[in-house]
Structures are given as C-alpha cells and as structure tokens.
C-alpha cells in the first residue's frame, strides 16, 4: 500500500483523501502544540515493530512448560505476564482463559474493539468487523468454519464479550508429540489466532 | 445509546475474512490516526469511554461503510471541536488559526514506551460488592440514549455471577465527562438458550462483563 510519504496524487481514492485529511490533523494538533509528531513516530514504530503476538506466544509456551507459571498466569495474567520481563510494564486486568478437551474459548467485543494489545499487539481488521462482532457471541462454531477450525464432539465452546476493560488471551492447549520442546520451539507453534480463540496452535509438523 | 455499534447477534453481515499476512497498518494516515489518538489521549483531555462514544454517535451508514481507522480519524475531529481544542475552520483549513489551549501534558517521544502499557481502571469502592459468585442475577432492560457497555443481546436475561473484577471506572457516566463513578464489575455467565432461544448453538456459553447497575438480582 502507499507507504510513500511524497505522492498524495491518488485523486479520488479514499487514501488519498484521507492522507490529506489527518494530515490536515496532525498539523493544526501541532500547530496548536497539543503533540509532538515525533511521538507519532515513536508511537507507530512501536507497534509496527515490538508490541505484537509474538509476546502473547511468549506467554503462552512459557505456561505450556512450566506449571508454577502457568497456575500463576491463570491466578493474575497481568502480574504473572509482567514477571515474565517481555515488557516493563502490564496494564491491570489481564485474565488468561485455559481451553481444556471439553471447553474451547473465543474472545470478541461486540460493541467495539478491545482487544489485548499489550500482548497480541494491535487487532486485525477481521476482529474489528461486524461480521465477527455479531456472530462471535451467537455462531462461534459457524466462526470458527470460517477460519476452517472444526472441534471435536464434546468440546463445548464458552465466548467472552469483552464489555468492560478487563482483557482477554486463550491458553490453548499443548499439541500434542512436543514433549521436551524448548520454550522457543513451542513458542513456534502459537498463533494470533489461537490465543484469541478462533484458532488452534499449528501442529508439529508445521514447523519440523 | 442502541446504536448500529452494539452488533452482538445480528444476521446478515455474512461471513468472516481473515486477510493472509495483514500488515499492522494498511496505509500510512492509518498509523498516524492511531498515534494522534494516543498523543491526544495522553493529554488528559478525554476518558477511554467518551472516545468509544464519539465513535457510537457517527452516523450509522458510515459507521457500516468507513474503514476503523477512518472513523478513528472522523471522530477525533469531532472530539477535538467538541472539547474546544480546534474550531471546524482551523481543520478545514489544515492550520492554527488561533493558538492552543494549555493542557495538562504532553507526549514526547521519549516517554512513548512508557505508554504502551494500559492505565488502570480500578477505583477505590464506594460501598461492598452486592453480589458474589454463584448468584443469579437478571440483567436490567435499559435503553440508556447514552453510552452504556450493556449489550442489547444481554438485557432482561438472566445468567451466573462468575467473577468479581474489582470496582472500576463506571462507563456509562465517565463517557459523559461526568467522573470515575466507580462501580462494582462482574463476569456474569449465560446458557445459550437464555440469549438466542431453543435453537441456540449445544453447549454454548457466553459472558459479558457487567457493571452491578446493570445487575438486579434473579
């Protein structure tokens, strides 16, 4: 896409349009001394480049291998997350929800976007989509096809609407045939997907 | 407000479309809209709640048509002439024409990782929690014109209180501008069939995080 700062001459398409626009924006907030764009900068390198899955993956292998940990995450996500050291800091209200045989776990929020940034970094547009909005909390199993997940009979599927600012990430469960992993390898195996619920991890195979 | 925002259970909006290898940002004003939101933010000058209401009270055809950081940006405009930091002149014209107001701080870009971590919403309580886990609870039927985290799908019903969260910022009147009003928030837990009728999807569960004014007890 135009990543490109010096052509604006898109005519009529809702890009250009729209470069212009928060251009006009960010200059009048400047102007004005409300911000300072190179926090903008900062601020879009940040979650362009560190804040991401890859710390929720982090989360996630940390608790498939080592049980004190995952019982702490389980216990508080935000404390346990923060003594991981993935980062400086956690905002409160981090709840881990472990899927089990019997239960798979989907986190949405219907009436906007929240999401857990801090570890899965920003939300995809499919997330932020009426699509997944209105059907997550009344057709996951129907979501789920969408992503082509199917489960297994017997798994019953519990959906968090994430309605206030308490935030949300799936513990799914170890795949199976990766015992003795390192930490790393299983952190691999951990998708964006399957910590927001509609996915599973990959399987051994896949990255073998 | 039952805006065109609170979409938990509607048809028709087809199925979901996951994009391959989607890019953090699909265009360049995408992250400098979510950064001068953040920027902004950071001043002090608006509550998490008054932005997501800023974003409800968007017509509900662009709501459906604008892509999210399209309506980031929209709002932002809104928000700013709302609380008198611009005039619509000054945005048209893509310049100051009259110098700012003094706000609280601002945003250096030294200080940015220092705000990647999420604020907190817990606030001391105002009295003890009126419910506990276990009990039932009936969701109260409001149709508050304002903002409100009480979901349409999830009104008049009743289900289980899981969890206590703590007492947080209360939404409903800190979109408003009006303070913390802190209240007591709830995981309250609900069978399928309770939300979608006999024909709800087998075993379904689903929880919503409920403010105990939201809550009656069942």
């Known amino acids: ?208 | 407000m039952d805006g065109i925002h609170d979409m938990g259970g509607m048809h028709g909006f087809g199925k979901v479309d996951p994009e391959k290898d989607e890019p953090v940002f699909h265009a360049e004003w995408e992250g400098r809209t979510l950064a001068l939101n953040r920027a902004m933010g950071y001043t002090g000058i608006w509550t998490i709640d008054q932005t997501r209401y800023g974003i409800e009270r968007l017509p509900p055809d662009l709501y459906l048509t604008a892509s999210y950081y399209k309506k980031w940006a929209i709002r932002l405009e809104k928000l700013i002439v709302e609380l008198g930091l611009a005039d619509a002149d000054e945005i048209k014209a893509g310049h100051a024409l009259r110098p700012g107001k003094t706000l609280k701080r601002k945003l250096n870009a030294a200080d940015v990782p220092n705000t990647l971590s999420r604020g907190s919403f817990a606030r001391p309580a105002q009295a003890p929690a009126g419910f506990k886990p276990g009990d039932r609870v009936r969701t109260k039927n409001i149709h508050p014109e304002t903002h409100t985290r009480l979901p349409r799908y999830a009104r008049d019903r009743v289900g289980t209180v899981e969890a206590i969260r703590g007492c947080h910022v209360f939404p409903d009147t800190a979109a408003l501008g009006k303070g913390d009003d802190p209240q007591w928030l709830y995981t309250v837990l609900f069978d399928g069939r309770e939300l979608w009728g006999q024909n709800a999807e087998s075993g379904l569960k689903v929880s919503i995080e409920a403010f105990e004014p939201y809550l009656d007890p069942a």
């Not at chain 1, 798979?104 to 939300?123: A, D, K, R």
């Open chain 1, 1 to 208: 896409m135009a990543h490109d700062h010096d052509h604006d001459h898109h005519h009529g398409s809702e890009l250009s349009e729209m470069q212009l626009r928060v251009r006009a924006l960010e200059t009048v907030l400047a102007e004005k001394g409300y911000i300072d764009p190179a926090a903008l900068d900062a601020i879009i390198e940040a979650y362009e480049t560190k804040v991401g899955p890859h710390n929720g993956a982090r989360v996630v292998a940390k608790a498939w291998s080592d049980p004190a940990f995952k019982k702490a995450l389980v216990e508080d996500a935000s404390k346990a997350v923060v003594a991981l050291g993935l980062m400086n800091r956690v905002g409160d209200h981090l709840i881990a929800i472990e899927n089990t045989p019997k239960l798979h776990n989907m986190i949405v929020c219907t009436l906007c976007s929240c999401y857990p940034w801090e570890v899965l970094g920003l939300p995809p547009v499919w997330y932020k989509s009426a699509p997944y909005r209105s059907r997550a909390v009344s057709d996951p199993r129907g979501i789920l096809a969408d992503f082509d997940v199917t489960l297994p009979a017997g798994t019953d599927i519990r959906v968090w609407d994430s309605t206030a600012e308490t935030r949300f990430i799936v513990l799914p469960m170890r795949p199976a045939g990766t015992e003795g992993w390192s930490e790393e390898k299983l952190a691999s195996l951990v998708t964006r997907d399957c910590m927001i619920g509609t996915g599973l991890p990959k399987s051994p195979k896949e990255v073998a």
